[in-house]
């Protein structure tokens, strides 16, 4: 195909990049699904392999360790081998993963497997936002593809929780893995046909491999010892001195990259003041949000009494009201307001939620304790995660536009770990210190989820003092400069379509 070609014909053309960015968001949507719908099939999961409560954890831990420490890495082997090539890499080895989980039938084969699928999901999922903005370079067509994108990433885990319901009620644990063979070969199959292959700038350009294991190492150690911290506790040894081994790691990875001819991650993208401040500020939403996600569900079975499936259920409207604004006005909104202007209202939102949430009673009815909180929190993430995307991939040039995927892909992983681990915490001590006061279960249990709300509405309040403060204003009517002047696409899609 060339560009002549693309020139005659643009609705051909048009239609193929849409289609082929679809694609793209499916695998997404599978790997983003399977971080939670393991969630809801613990219990039957422990109960046909003989799971040890505390060995259960590693079921999800497991997963989560690989493809947090791999993203980064994985974003910038896009960059320099091809991002195509990683994400169908990713996609297979993720696909024969899942084989491996749904036949296992021993603890030792099914930690193990869902290492492997960690390890896929990051390679398939680090490098599609980048793809994302190769494909789209005119700025609104742009903030609607990221719409789609982020809707589909942030949107993932509600899903999950519904689908995992209804598989292993209806069938049985095994199929939510099963369930990823025809979407991952499918995905596959239409990758290859729908996206066009794009050289990467070479290894030549960037093959640090002590860097690499440096990196890959301090970040797995310092997932690990993130989501160990909740089981020993921060101030333990353990704790303290796996995060200085995971921080010193990290660290000497960034001294190699200032010292050598050809890093593996240049780090003139960190220096833009968007860049970095889209980050900071989407860890601490993500962390903020993890309240309602995880100790909402908690709330909801532990203290109201829902079952897996209505749990699913329960969230639903978040998902629905997360979906309709990510792709139907908040690239409007970006386009006349600036990714800036939109973020904040989005950020505002989260927080309102949590603090309803925080006021949640222990016969709570969910028309009016939870479905309001559910729907501002939706709203708020439909308006931030993809006006965030979009801040995070501006500084992004065609040779590290995959490093700035895997980065802020990164970023929304240990942003939420960290948010997990320490709001659990917090809620555990809190219904702990009330239970041996007197007071019972279910109302020390529902006092330590008010305060987790409360802590993660004042880590989303920290968001926004950050965005209001760092991020800098985009101008809304230079990003639509280019309405009515034809923009040429990158040619990151094929013509099959």
């Not at 309240?291 to 409207?317: K, N, S």
């Amino acid at each position: 195909m060339t560009e002549t070609a693309t020139a005659d014909n643009p609705h051909r053309s048009e239609r193929s990049r849409w289609v082929a960015l679809y694609v793209l968001c499916a695998g997404v949507l599978m790997i983003v699904i399977d971080a939670t719908i393991v969630n809801v099939a613990l219990p039957s999961i422990q109960d046909d392999l003989g799971f040890s409560q505390n060995n259960l954890a590693w079921v999800v831990n497991a997963y989560l360790i690989p493809f947090g420490g791999l993203l980064l890495l994985a974003g910038r082997l896009g960059d320099l081998i091809g991002q195509r090539k990683i994400f169908l890499i990713g996609l297979a080895i993720f696909t024969g993963a899942s084989v491996l989980c749904a036949l296992a039938q021993s603890q030792g084969v099914l930690i193990a497997a869902r290492f492997v699928q960690g390890a896929g999901g990051a390679l398939t999922s680090a490098v599609v936002l980048g793809m994302i903005v190769t494909m789209f370079p005119e700025p609104r067509e742009q903030a609607k593809a990221i719409g789609v994108y982020a809707f589909v990433a942030s949107a993932g885990g509600s899903i999950g929780l519904l689908a995992g319901g209804v598989l292993t009620e209806a069938i049985g644990w095994h199929w939510i893995f099963f369930i990823n063979v025809p979407v991952g070969i499918a995905t596959a199959y239409l990758a290859m046909r729908l996206v066009r292959p794009q050289a990467g700038i070479g290894l030549s350009e960037g093959a640090d491999l002590p860097g690499a294991a440096v990196l890959t190492g301090g970040l797995m150690l310092g997932v690990y010892t993130i989501l160990q911290a909740g089981v020993v506790g921060w101030g333990s040894t353990q704790t303290l001195i796996l995060g200085a081994v995971s921080l010193a790691l990290v660290a000497a990875f960034v001294v190699r990259q200032t010292r050598i001819p050809n890093p593996l991650m240049p780090l003139r993208l960190f220096r833009s003041r968007n860049v970095a401040g889209a980050n900071i500020v989407m860890s601490l939403l993500v962390a903020g949000m993890f309240a309602m996600f995880f100790l909402g569900a908690l709330y909801l079975q532990r203290v109201l009494g829902y079952d897996p499936l209505e749990v699913g259920l329960a969230f639903l409207p978040s998902t629905i009201v997360m979906g309709t604004i990510s792709l139907r006005y908040t690239e409007r909104l970006n386009m006349r307001f600036g990714a800036r202007g939109t973020l904040l209202p989005g950020v505002v939102s989260v927080a309102a939620g949590l603090l309803l949430f925080a006021r949640a009673p222990v016969d709570g009815s969910y028309v009016t304790d939870v479905a309001p909180a559910v729907v501002l929190i939706g709203l708020g993430a439909g308006l931030s995660f993809p006006s965030l995307m979009s801040l995070a991939m501006s500084g992004a040039t065609p040779s590290d536009a995959g490093l700035a995927s895997g980065l802020i892909n990164a970023t929304v992983q240990v942003g939420g770990a960290i948010g997990l681990a320490v709001l659990a915490t917090i809620a555990t001590d809190r219904t702990t210190g009330l239970q041996a006061a007197g007071e019972s279960a279910q109302m020390a249990l529902n006092s330590g989820y008010h305060l987790a709300y409360v802590v993660g509405a004042v880590l989303v309040g920290a968001a926004f003092v950050l965005a209001v403060t760092v991020l800098r204003s985009d101008s809304p009517q230079k990003a639509g400069a280019t309405d009515g002047v034809p923009v040429e696409p990158q040619l990151a899609y094929s013509e099959a379509a």
